[in-house]
């Protein structure tokens, strides 16, 4: 089946994706190629493939571009950044003494880069910027980075200086070829699972300085990305790329992409398997740059969310959440409604947190429903009104969703039980936690962290919120006796 998705925010450009629900089953392990380290707080122990825990230096860096290159702010420890027990503490000061934290790959991580090509044509740099600067520092040896994107940044700069292509030139806006965008895609099925991480291929996305296909330097594009297509694709000696494609950007200001794209050569598609569906990307859309910690966090996800529950996916993105869950919950997602008749609310906000408006709606969501329950709902749209405009709402185009004969109102006239918070901004989350916490309209169940970005002061957050205030421990224990008794009691009837 496929599922055609439009989402909106208020500060990005909507992009579509395509998925198709896969029917591998979810039950099954990581591959072998993608071993995970489990770092486990409670107690304090590392789970890992080796038989003893790693050494310091065995989880170090080891880069010889740290300190110039501003990507990675610390080279040891990376399976446990030091922002991790300042979230220990404070997970436990809110009743959540099983946070547990989770890191896959420690190197060759990244599995989508944005590089700056700067430098000239005969000695190219492509790389980040130095910290507090413009200064493009070359990183050829990244240690984040998936092995191929460091070979196909290697391939075009051999491009780069064969051709004579001029990097671009802030201070001038003169130059050709402004920034790459290298994804790494690791769908493969005609090769074993255990060999498609290390042979991932990559898609080079092209930043051009030109506002068109027809500008005069289109000839030298072209011919770069024949060169590509010759040297990396798969009648190549090493087939390295899966694609190429180019965006045409002419703005003087620190936006990479412009809005207009052009696939030059390749497959067009661009699949990905992750958290049980195989999802395509367009480039321009937003990815993960770590596809194995995000497939291990849609797994923890999955435990959390009830078989065949109403999920209103916020803040959707791509969609591959709710997608996820989708297939692997036969969820109903409710795309054209917002809270009503939702059993789940998964939220997936940008760094900043959420919209103030949400936590407002949240935290009367108690008050609201007896309101509805005495009248009419004041979520129903009449035919005259035109849809509200909330940032954070999944939109869908009708051709694409199945209508139908009654509303989710009608059929379940509930409120959600269940808020699943994933952060990617440490900060904004703890605000918006406390504010969450703050009526006692919700409570904070669980909370898992995982290690999206090894190398750097953050941490990826999966928490799991429920209606009402915190249930004391002495209650939980009387709660767990009964629901002991009772199966103690069912199993003596059948026998």
Not at 50 to 65: D, E, V
Not at 204 to 226: D, I, M, Q, T, Y
Not at 269 to 277: A, L, T
Request: aromatic letters at 8%; a positive charge; charged letters at 25%.
């Amino acid at each position: 089946m496929a599922i055609s998705f439009l989402s909106f925010a208020s500060s990005h450009q909507s992009s579509l994706i395509t998925s198709r629900l896969s029917s591998v089953s979810l039950n099954t392990q990581p591959s072998p190629t993608t071993p995970s380290q489990s770092l486990s707080l409670n107690p304090q122990t590392i789970t890992s493939p080796s038989p003893s825990p790693p050494p310091s230096l065995t989880c170090a860096l080891q880069c010889q571009h740290f300190q110039s290159c501003s990507g990675c702010t610390h080279e040891m420890n990376l399976h446990r950044p030091i922002i991790l027990d300042e979230a220990v503490d404070f997970f436990r000061n809110l009743g959540v003494s099983d946070f547990t934290f989770d890191t896959c790959r420690l190197w060759g991580w990244r599995c989508r880069a944005k590089l700056a090509v700067r430098g000239s044509a005969i000695d190219p740099l492509i790389g980040l910027y130095e910290e507090g600067s413009h200064n493009v520092v070359d990183i050829p040896h990244c240690r984040a980075h998936h092995p191929n994107i460091n070979a196909a940044v290697e391939l075009l700069k051999e491009g780069i200086t064969k051709l004579d292509v001029e990097p671009y030139d802030e201070d001038e806006g003169t130059g050709e070829l402004r920034y790459v965008q290298m994804a790494i895609t690791t769908y493969n099925t005609s090769i074993p699972a255990a060999e498609r991480y290390r042979n991932g291929k990559v898609q080079v996305s092209l930043v051009w300085n030109a506002r068109s296909e027809n500008s005069p330097s289109s000839e030298k594009l072209n011919a770069l990305a024949n060169f590509l297509w010759r040297n990396g694709g798969p009648n190549s000696s090493s087939h390295l790329v899966h694609s190429v494609w180019v965006n045409f950007q002419t703005s003087t200001n620190n936006i990479i992409f412009g809005n207009r794209w052009k696939h030059l050569l390749g497959e067009r598609d661009f699949w990905e398997h992750v958290g049980g569906i195989d999802i395509s990307l367009a480039p321009s859309s937003f990815g993960q740059a770590n596809t194995r910690a995000f497939d291990s966090l849609l797994r923890k996800l999955h435990k959390y969310v009830p078989y065949g529950s109403s999920v209103a996916d916020l803040y959707a993105g791509a969609g591959s959440i709710g997608l996820s869950l989708a297939v692997a919950r036969k969820c109903r997602q409710e795309p054209l409604s917002w809270l009503e008749g939702s059993d789940v609310v998964v939220v997936d906000p940008p760094r900043k947190g959420l919209d103030y408006t949400l936590v407002e709606a949240l935290q009367t969501l108690a008050s609201t429903e007896r309101k509805v329950k005495a009248s009419k709902s004041p979520f129903t749209k009449g035919k005259d009104e035109k849809d509200e405009k909330r940032p954070w709402i999944l939109r869908a185009r009708e051709s694409s969703v199945q209508i139908e004969s009654k509303t989710p109102w009608e059929k379940n006239q509930s409120f959600p039980r269940t808020l699943i918070y994933i952060s990617c901004g440490w900060e904004s989350f703890k605000e918006d936690c406390r504010s969450l916490l703050s009526n006692k309209a919700w409570r904070l169940e669980k909370a898992h962290g995982f290690n999206f970005f090894p190398g750097t002061q953050s941490v990826e957050v999966l928490a799991v919120f429920k209606r009402g205030p915190a249930i004391s421990l002495k209650k939980k224990k009387i709660a767990k006796k009964k629901k002991k008794k009772s199966a103690v009691e069912r199993l003596s009837k059948l026998k």
